[in-house]
């Protein structure tokens, strides 16, 4: 339990109401999760307004109230506070109420459009072979030292992730890793939190949807790296020409990577197949199980990152070439006649281009290239036509399918694809998924490739608001038993 007046030392009060104390034993912002003794923050979403649920929250058992309006009926019994930003108050009195558990390991945000999840999961499994236990805070799955938890966001809520940091303090981990969306960081989800160290991957076109314009997308990746203190580093990819503007004014110690020009860590890629590549990292050559340009800039990060935790070069090295590729991320499946299907994430315009550019870098050309991908309803309408332009310029045959469609028709999302497809590339339309998979599997002979793009990782495809299980790999699995070339 922890006095209210506690929680709220360090939040910028605009005026109190109620009754002057209250004993808090759990903190929420959803009202139908509030409990006898709880706090409830009242926090203007982007779907409703948290403000409308106080009296239920009061209803529930809710003996204290942190909102940026008074409501109109004031219960006695109950302790308010009124402050000017709901959602950064609670980050601050979530962070004082599990102890301000950031500050007892080190913890590392990365953040970017494409890249988050291999990198901080690379980072995961890095520390864990040199020895450390660690947590994990990513897309694919949240990892308290060997314990995993399901993962419902890119970045948790404020009040769940200093729970999860606490019970990583608690499991012994020296180190936490977490992707950090730019939901999460508009939303103030990392507010608060003490972070060790930064690092930024990459900037392009996603989630215009929710930002509107790039410069507020720009803007939301910037703040991550402004709030960064003084002793953190701050680790900046130079190949990306937002690189540089991540880090103005940012008052940690900087440094950049390269695999194109002269940073601070540079890689090279020496021989890339399918299964693998050769790289020249820190004037050492090691292999490793992961290919792709993409892959190449994330292990220089995931050293970079090391080194500034205080790693050893020669052991980090080892660990590194030791290291697997993530689920979903330029995955491999080899059928037996010869035919190989890669399923990736890619659901942005530059992760696709950088997919097929490492494909069409190690296929021959007598080798077809099948590309199945689609885009996500409810999500960024502008990149649909993009999309569909990128595989078909790469691809011998494009399939168009569906991938999440949400509430939005698979049919018209399929449309504003195929607007940008060019004239005479040949392509083909199969809103169902499993069928596109299936038709990709029977055009596929030996040698040829086949990437199935956009899910990677997912298991499950969301139709309106029901996730039904699907699975890429599975379902490329199935089909390569029923095909015989």
Same mark, same amino acid.
Not at 56 to 76: K, T, Y
């Given at each position: 339990?922890?006095?209210?007046?506690?929680?709220?030392?360090?939040?910028?009060?605009?005026?109190?109401?109620?009754?002057?104390?209250?004993?808090?034993?759990?903190?929420?912002?959803?009202?139908?999760?509030?409990?006898?003794?709880? +706090? *409830?923050?009242?926090?203007?979403?982007?779907?409703?307004?948290?403000?409308?649920?106080?009296?239920?929250?009061?209803?529930?058992?809710?003996?204290?109230?942190?909102?940026?309006?008074?409501?109109?009926?004031?219960?006695?019994?109950?302790?308010?506070?009124?402050?000017?930003?709901?959602?950064?108050?609670?980050?601050?009195?979530?962070?004082?109420?599990?102890?301000?558990?950031?500050?007892?390991?080190?913890?590392?945000?990365?953040?970017?459009?494409?890249?988050?999840?291999?990198?901080?999961?690379?980072?995961?499994?890095?520390?864990?072979?040199?020895?450390?236990?660690?947590?994990?805070?990513? $897309?694919?799955?949240?990892?308290?030292?060997?314990?995993?938890?399901?993962?419902?966001? $890119?970045?948790?809520?404020?009040?769940?992730?200093?729970?999860?940091?606490?019970?990583?303090?608690?499991?012994?981990?020296?180190?936490? *890793?977490?992707?950090?969306?730019?939901?999460?960081?508009?939303?103030?989800?990392?507010?608060?939190?003490?972070?060790?160290?930064?690092?930024?991957?990459?900037?392009?076109?996603?989630?215009?949807?929710?930002?509107?314009?790039?410069?507020?997308?720009?803007?939301?990746?910037?703040?991550?790296?402004?709030?960064?203190?003084?002793?953190?580093?701050?680790?900046?990819?130079?190949?990306?020409?937002? !690189?540089?503007?991540?880090?103005?004014?940012?008052?940690?110690?900087?440094?950049?990577?390269?695999?194109?020009?002269?940073?601070?860590?540079?890689?090279?890629?020496?021989?890339?197949?399918?299964?693998?590549?050769?790289?020249?990292?820190?004037?050492?050559?090691?292999?490793?199980?992961?290919? !792709?340009?993409?892959?190449?800039?994330?292990?220089?990060?995931?050293?970079?990152?090391?080194?500034?935790?205080?790693?050893?070069?020669?052991?980090?090295?080892?660990?590194?070439?030791?290291?697997?590729?993530?689920?979903?991320?330029?995955?491999?499946?080899?059928?037996?006649? !010869?035919?190989?299907?890669?399923?990736?994430?890619?659901?942005?315009?530059?992760?696709?281009?950088?997919?097929?550019?490492?494909?069409?870098?190690?296929?021959?050309?007598?080798?077809?290239?099948?590309?199945?991908?689609? +885009?996500?309803?409810?999500?960024?309408?502008?990149?649909?036509?993009?999309?569909?332009?990128?595989?078909?310029?790469?691809?011998?045959?494009?399939?168009?399918?569906?991938?999440?469609?949400?509430?939005?028709?698979?049919?018209?999302?399929?449309?504003?694809?195929?607007?940008?497809?060019?004239?005479?590339?040949?392509?083909?339309?199969?809103?169902?998924?499993?069928?596109?998979?299936?038709?990709?599997?029977?055009?596929?002979?030996?040698?040829?490739?086949?990437?199935?793009?956009?899910?990677?990782?997912?298991?499950?495809?969301?139709?309106?608001?029901?996730?039904?299980?699907?699975?890429?790999?599975?379902?490329?699995?199935?089909? *390569?038993?029923?095909?015989?070339?």
């Amino acid at each position: 339990m922890k006095q209210f007046s506690t929680l709220l030392q360090k939040v910028a009060i605009v005026t109190r109401a109620g009754a002057e104390e209250a004993e808090i034993g759990n903190l929420c912002y959803d009202s139908r999760c509030v409990e006898p003794g709880s +706090c *409830f923050f009242a926090v203007k979403g982007t779907a409703t307004d948290g403000h409308r649920f106080i009296s239920m929250a009061i209803e529930h058992g809710a003996v204290a109230i942190v909102c940026q309006n008074l409501p109109e009926q004031i219960d006695p019994r109950v302790a308010y506070a009124v402050v000017t930003d709901s959602e950064q108050a609670m980050a601050l009195m979530a962070a004082a109420f599990y102890g301000d558990p950031s500050r007892e390991l080190k913890l590392v945000g990365v953040t970017g459009t494409n890249g988050k999840t291999t990198t901080a999961t690379l980072l995961y499994e890095l520390v864990r072979k040199l020895g450390y236990r660690a947590g994990l805070i990513s $897309t694919v799955v949240y990892k308290i030292d060997e314990r995993e938890v399901a993962s419902t966001h $890119t970045t948790p809520d404020t009040i769940r992730l200093n729970r999860m940091i606490r019970e990583m303090v608690d499991a012994g981990c020296d180190y936490c *890793f977490m992707e950090c969306s730019s939901h999460a960081i508009v939303q103030q989800r990392t507010y608060g939190l003490h972070f060790a160290g930064g690092l930024f991957s990459n900037l392009t076109h996603d989630h215009l949807d929710y930002h509107k314009t790039f410069a507020e997308y720009l803007k939301a990746k910037k703040g991550f790296f402004d709030l960064l203190p003084k002793e953190a580093f701050a680790i900046t990819n130079a190949d990306d020409r937002n !690189g540089a503007v991540m880090v103005q004014n940012c008052r940690a110690h900087i440094k950049n990577y390269s695999l194109r020009s002269i940073a601070d860590y540079r890689c090279k890629i020496i021989e890339m197949h399918l299964d693998g590549m050769l790289l020249q990292l820190d004037g050492h050559e090691i292999w490793s199980s992961l290919t !792709g340009r993409f892959n190449a800039s994330n292990l220089l990060a995931v050293y970079a990152t090391a080194l500034e935790l205080g790693f050893d070069s020669a052991e980090t090295l080892t660990a590194i070439s030791l290291l697997q590729p993530v689920s979903g991320r330029f995955e491999c499946i080899r059928a037996t006649n !010869g035919v190989i299907a890669v399923v990736d994430y890619a659901h942005t315009p530059d992760a696709l281009e950088n997919v097929l550019q490492t494909i069409d870098e190690i296929r021959t050309a007598a080798n077809s290239l099948i590309v199945v991908c689609g +885009c996500g309803g409810n999500r960024d309408r502008e990149k649909r036509p993009i999309m569909a332009r990128i595989a078909a310029t790469h691809a011998t045959t494009t399939i168009l399918t569906s991938d999440n469609p949400r509430h939005e028709d698979p049919e018209t999302i399929l449309d504003e694809m195929e607007q940008g497809i060019p004239t005479g590339s040949r392509h083909l339309r199969i809103t169902d998924r499993a069928a596109a998979i299936r038709t990709a599997v029977m055009l596929a002979h030996e040698g040829d490739v086949i990437l199935v793009a956009g899910k990677g990782h997912e298991n499950y495809q969301i139709i309106g608001d029901v996730k039904h299980p699907f699975d890429d790999c599975e379902e490329l699995r199935k089909a *390569f038993q029923g095909v015989r070339n």
